[in-house]
Every structure is written in C-alpha cells, then in structure tokens.
C-alpha cells in the first residue's frame, strides 16, 4: 500500500479540518502576543490606538475559534483526559503516515489507462 492508496484517505478530511483549525487558532495566539508586544513599543497615540483594536479584534477571533473547536470536539482545554486521548491518536496517525511508503519504486499509473474509450464499442485497444 502507498500513498495513493484510497484506503489512506479515511477519515482524512475531518482529520485535515482539524488540524487546519489548530493551526489558525495557533496563528491567532501568535497575532495576539505579537500585538501586545508592539503596543508596548510604541509611542504614537494613533498607533497604540489601532494596535488596541487589533488586539481586541484578535482576542475575540481566538476566542471564536476556541469555541468552534471545543463544539466540533476538536479540543478539550478543560478536559485533559480527552485532550490526551485526542493527543495520542494524532500521534498515532503520524506514525503511521511515517510509516507509509511514500515514494513507491513504480510511480506510473499507466496500466490503470489501458483501454480506449470506444473499446466497449469494439475499439482498438492501446
């Protein structure tokens, strides 16, 4: 089995929904700090007031995310046995992606277009 294998691609568009959502609510914390620290640093009263605004702007967009994935069940941040549990099956499904042969001696899928289309009709064949 290799990576093309439609067997590998269960459960992976609600696994890549979530691993998207964390990594957009671990974007927004970094956006977040990243404000704070320049609103610290700055002197200019208009620029502490737009950076003010980003900062509640970003809060509540963390905010929206967190929930979202809480309600999605995607993150439990008040139930650690969970979380843990939900940890340790996305490590497991990183091994096991680890394990996948990922670039297979045989990359051709020729043999998988050895019919022409008017063959059911009596065709030539390829």
Known sequence: MDYVDPANSLNMPEMADMTFAMDFLIRAKEGVRN???ALTETVSP???ALLRKQLH???ALHQEITELMVRKKWFHP???GE??????????????????????????RKG???RTPDE????SQA
């Open 46 to 48: 208009d620029a502490r």
């Open 78 to 80: 008040t139930e650690l």
């Open 35 to 37: 404000i704070a620290t």
């Open 112 to 114: 998988m277009f050895d």
């Open 57 to 59: 702007q970003g809060i």
């Open 83 to 108: 979380q843990f549990q939900l940890d340790m099956l996305s490590a497991d499904n990183t091994v096991a992606i680890s394990k996948q042969k990922l670039f297979p001696e045989d990359t051709s």
């Open 120 to 123: 059911h009709r009596g065709g």
